[in-house]
């Protein structure tokens, strides 16, 4: 701690409003309703009762008017898709079968009628879907495909002599698959399938197609199975289904970006086929943003279980005879848990900016195609973040709170389990980076393109000089001279924002340019060879994926800063940022002195300042949990009820009271240690008698 720590306040409210974002009334107003007890997830409910429980909270959510803020206000919504997707994320509180449930209904299958059909779609079948009489399931994922959407084998072929369109799974491996609402309660769905007209196949385009009828059997054509029970979200109905020569109207075809007339002929306002793949795709991004806005939620919750906890817990007795150590103390327990704390910092500041995106685009405010590309670049890149560190978190804190954590009542190990999928709902994780990392190659090479001979020549000697500085480690020399008998000046610049931009920047064009330069001389063979050489650099395209949305989520932070005025508050938050970029050179602080970034000297301080950093934030961690907003109807654990507190005076209390009372029993260790002093002083006393 910091000499003046004790005496810095932290502005909660000022912290809450600045985490909740834009949309801070939707959310709070969302967790209000979280609060009742009949959005609450029973642990331990079998599947088939949590599948009509949950089910029944869509009905409730509707009664509400909870879940229409992004449909058209002329069927009763609000056109408000930012605020929609801020008080979705608030839904996990309650329980995360419902919020995905939900998302099913509204975020995939009504929004793929919202946004790939056009006004004849929207009046047949919106306002069914926003009041749950038409329930209906997103049919993309095939078995045999995965993340590959642009290779489905799902057919929908024109036929003009009846003006219908035929989808058809021709093997099973084209079986629609994890499907929300499939098992059970969805009565339709949007299908992914190759449009095919004329003899020619103008790729993915998507279509309403009835499944069931009003008595829940399944139409003519249409076949399924229930996925049964899984690792998690057992509220959810997930089944597969597939299709046999099933007939639809022609008008069925959700026509925005491609349409069949009555002669099949086949039109689009988008002439590319790949450009038209991914704008259609591209208008379903919001499924990715709201899993980083509600990841982020899941982990707050996660950490203001755990760090309570480890507020009031105590354990062994390290400095004391008579008082355990509060866990929080521990530098371990800090590093655990307070290291996380300034991850999902930087992870809600990036979801909200990511939503702040989604809602230019999606409002009309900015929706071209260089905004679209951006928001996918965007969300393809927080989404794995957040999501992956939910489950860390998650985990890190179940195993912080010991055995308490694992405890139902205390839901770590129950998030965990909903959250796990997460990571591959909307999108791998590891294709969407992939994803990121294209897009930085792109701007690369366009980079290059638009570079004169000379400059062109420039760069490639800037490439040498750079490989001969990594080799020699010229950088590093000049770092240590700088640094010799300086921890302080180590940390001064460790800490200095401009360092912490230039180094993540740094890292991200570094590899980026590597894969860049490797990719270059393959760029006109044949599609085979491009291919070998992506392979073999695609491991580090990942890394450079990730390292660009670190650099972004730092860029968030920062910005987050900027608007805090109350100079405590900055000073705390500013620490928190520090330690969140601290902890990502740490952990490849590897790249860093190899690539000449930082010199051995300064990484053997960086340890030593990270410890220090948490150390000084550690009397701040109840407030910086606190400043989330939960209340105990939202989360709901015993390790965060105070309970622990109570029980740790009790303890104390009795123990003072019995050693007052002079009646504590004598421990073993001391009785020992008096024995062998008064022998000790014995022996002394019959050596001084003997001398006499």
């Known amino acids: 701690m910091s000499p003046n720590a004790s005496q810095l306040n932290i502005n909660q409210q000022l912290v809450q409003d600045l985490l909740l974002g834009r949309w801070a009334d939707e959310r709070r107003d969302s967790r209000d309703r979280m609060k009742n007890p009949e959005y609450h997830k029973i642990e331990g409910q079998p599947y088939t009762e949590h599948r009509e429980r949950t089910l029944g909270q869509l009905q409730a959510l509707v009664d509400e008017h909870a879940v229409q803020k992004a449909f058209p206000s002329r069927f009763g919504g609000e056109d408000n898709h930012g605020g929609n997707i801020a008080g979705f994320s608030e839904l996990v509180l309650g329980d995360p079968s419902m919020q995905i449930k939900a998302g099913v209904q509204w975020g995939l299958f009504g929004a793929a009628i919202l946004h790939l059909g056009t006004d004849q779609h929207h009046e047949a079948w919106l306002p069914q879907i926003m009041d749950l009489s038409l329930p209906g399931a997103f049919a993309m994922t095939e078995i045999g495909h995965g993340s590959d959407v642009a290779s489905l084998a799902t057919t929908a072929t024109y036929l003009p002599e009846s003006d219908e369109f035929e989808i058809h799974t021709p093997f099973k491996a084209a079986w629609k698959e994890y499907l929300g609402n499939a098992a059970l309660h969805g009565r339709a769905a949007v299908v992914f399938a190759q449009l095919i007209t004329q003899g020619v196949n103008h790729g993915v385009h998507c ?3 009835p499944i069931r009828d009003d008595n829940g059997e399944f139409l003519p054509g249409v076949g399924g199975e229930d996925d049964g029970v899984k690792g998690g979200l057992n509220g959810v109905d997930n089944g597969r289904l597939h299709f046999t020569h099933v007939r639809i109207p022609r008008t069925n075809l959700l026509n925005r970006y491609g349409n069949v007339d009555e002669d099949g002929v086949y039109t689009s306002p988008i002439e590319s086929p790949g450009r038209r793949f991914f704008t259609m795709l591209g208008t379903l991004v919001q499924g990715r943003v709201s899993l980083s806005m509600s990841s982020a939620v899941t982990s707050a919750l996660a950490l203001t279980g755990a760090i309570t906890y480890g507020n009031q817990r105590r354990q062994f007795n390290a400095s004391s005879d008579t008082e355990e150590e509060v866990l929080l103390d521990y530098q371990l327990h800090q590093r655990r ?31 071209d195609d260089d905004n679209r590309q951006e928001l996918e670049t965007l969300a393809a890149a927080i989404k794995p973040m957040t999501t992956w560190n939910a489950l860390d978190t998650l985990q890190e804190a179940r195993e912080a709170c010991g055995g308490a954590g694992f405890m139902a009542k205390n839901r770590f190990a129950s998030l965990r389990a909903d959250l796990d999928i997460y990571v591959t709902f909307e999108g791998d994780n590891n294709v969407l980076l992939q994803l990121v990392g294209k897009r930085l190659l792109t701007d690369f090479s366009q980079e290059l393109s638009s570079m004169s001979v000379g400059v062109l020549s420039r760069f490639v000697a800037d490439r040498a000089s750079e490989a001969v500085v990594q080799r020699s480690g010229l950088r590093r020399v000049v770092q240590t001279v700088q640094d010799v008998g300086s921890e302080r000046k180590s940390a001064n610049w460790f800490k200095d924002p401009e360092v912490q931009r230039a180094l993540l920047t740094d890292r991200v064009r570094v590899h980026v340019t590597e894969i860049g330069t490797a990719m270059m001389p393959v760029a006109k063979k044949s599609q085979a060879e491009q291919a070998r050489v992506f392979n073999e650099n695609q491991f580090q395209l990942i890394d450079a994926a990730k390292a660009q949305a670190v650099l972004l989520q730092w860029e968030t932070f920062t910005e987050a800063l900027d608007q805090v005025e109350d100079e405590d508050t900055r000073t705390v938050m500013m620490w928190l940022r520090d330690l969140f970029v601290l902890n990502e050179i740490e952990r490849d602080l590897g790249w860093f002195i190899e690539n000449g970034r930082i010199s051995q000297q300064r990484a053997r301080t960086l340890r030593g300042y990270t410890n220090r950093l948490a150390a000084r934030l550690r009397p701040y961690a109840q407030d910086l949990v606190d400043s989330f907003g939960f209340e105990q109807d939202h989360l709901r654990m015993d390790v965060a009820t105070g309970e622990e507190q109570v029980r740790q005076e009790e303890a104390a209390e009795y123990f003072r009271r019995l050693r007052a009372d002079g009646n504590a029993p004598l421990d073993e260790k001391v009785l020992n240690a008096r024995r062998k002093a008064e022998a000790k002083a014995a022996r002394k006393a019959e050596a001084k008698a003997g001398k006499r």
């Open 207 to 209: 279509f309403f197609v």
């Open 337 to 367: 848990l307070i290291d996380r704390l300034a991850r999902t910092y930087a992870d809600m500041f990036s979801a909200n900016t990511l939503l702040e995106k989604f809602d230019e685009v999606f409002s009309g405010a900015a929706d």
